[in-house]
């Protein structure tokens, strides 16, 4: 079993649409977790970092962790092109080497 | 400040052959990591390296190795070559200070045939 699990997708959704974007993981030491972005061909860029459990909203885009179910989300408020990536999420303990979710390819439909 | 740079960007190499992949971080940044990113397992952490030390290694074989100097950079070499090598490989930079976020270079592509 990995030590985080995504959801593969694709997901395609139409411009405006609220994505929502979500993992589990199974290591109850991780304490920091991440949301990335990857375009083609380039390498992944952090959206949004968390500690423990809780709600962090940036701009369009907000992160939730329940620790006690061991799920992370990612939701996408009006949803544009320019999102269209893959999205990764990431988790680690106090370590810098993150387990990343094998990601989730997204498609915005203009 | 200029990003964490990698070289080269694409290589092709055959099987049993070795590589070497370079890696310069963030200027002030002085841990690095290596990931291998395949699309059957994603992004996997194959080692850090801090102030020329490996820290942290994943759960890869003795054929993958890394080091790092003392002005950050960081090189990674794989060895005997094997097809299950071709993968994008990943260097993060990390600030070591506050959140410790990692920041990713573009990446290698490596090809094995």
């Known amino acids: 079993q990995k030590e985080v699990e995504q959801d593969p997708g694709p997901l395609s959704v139409p411009e405006g649409a609220i994505v929502s974007l979500n993992c589990t993981y199974s290591n109850s030491a991780f304490q920091y977790f991440m949301w990335y972005r990857q375009y083609s061909r380039k390498g992944p860029e952090l959206l949004m970092y968390?500690?423990?459990?809780g709600n962090k909203e940036d701009g369009r885009f907000t992160a939730q962790v329940d620790k006690s179910s061991k799920y992370i989300s990612l939701f996408i408020r009006d949803s544009q092109p320019s999102d269209s990536a893959t999205y990764l999420c990431a988790s680690r303990t106090g370590a810098n080497n993150l387990f990343f979710g094998t990601g989730t390819r997204l498609t915005v439909i203009p | 400040k200029a990003g964490v740079t990698q070289t080269p960007r694409y290589l092709i190499k055959t099987r049993g052959q070795q590589v070497t992949l370079s890696c310069s971080p963030i200027?002030?940044?002085?841990?690095v990591s290596w990931y291998q990113q395949t699309p059957g397992q994603g992004l996997q952490f194959l080692f850090e390296y801090f102030s020329e030390t490996q820290r942290n290694k994943g759960n890869f074989p003795g054929r993958f190795s890394g080091r790092q100097f003392s002005n950050s950079r960081s090189e990674m070499n794989v060895s005997t070559l094997e097809l299950g090598d071709s993968a994008l490989y990943l260097c993060?930079?990390?600030?070591?200070?506050?959140?410790?976020?990692?920041?990713f270079g573009p990446g290698t592509r490596l090809t094995v045939l």
């Open positions: 993060a930079s990390t600030q070591n200070s506050g959140r410790n976020e990692q920041f």
């Open positions: 200027s002030g940044h002085r841990s």
């Open positions: 968390t500690y423990s459990s």
